[in-house]
């Protein structure tokens, strides 16, 4: 089992910067996935980024490239998101997320931190 608590969040305006935090308690593996994903109001969850747990693979949405950054801190069992130049259509609820070895799936989720941009 693994739990996750999110933070980081909050108000910022357009082309300002947040970092968000997720720390995990429970066995993270070299090989689990660590990501995030955010949605929107009346939108489905979209994937943000991800990193292998080891560190050597990191996966970024398009729509996020050479803005956000995903980054992992194994001493604290923690994930970053980097996020810079941020724009109104990056407001959503923010969730990170971890993909067990051999699972297709995300089977462990955070409650989500909220990010609001303003024009």
Known sequence: QVQLVESGGGLVQAGGSLRLSCAASGRIFSTYIMG???????????????????????????????????????????????????????????YCAVRPTGSNTYDYWGQGTQVTVSS
């Open 36 to 94: 995030w994903f955010r949605q929107a109001p009346g939108k489905e969850r979209d994937f943000v980024a991800a990193i292998r747990w080891s560190g050597d693979i990191t996966y970024y949405a398009d729509s996020v490239k050479g803005r956000f950054t995903i980054s992992r801190d194994n001493a604290k069992n923690t994930v970053y998101l980097q996020m810079n130049s941020l724009k109104p259509e990056d407001t959503a609820v923010y």
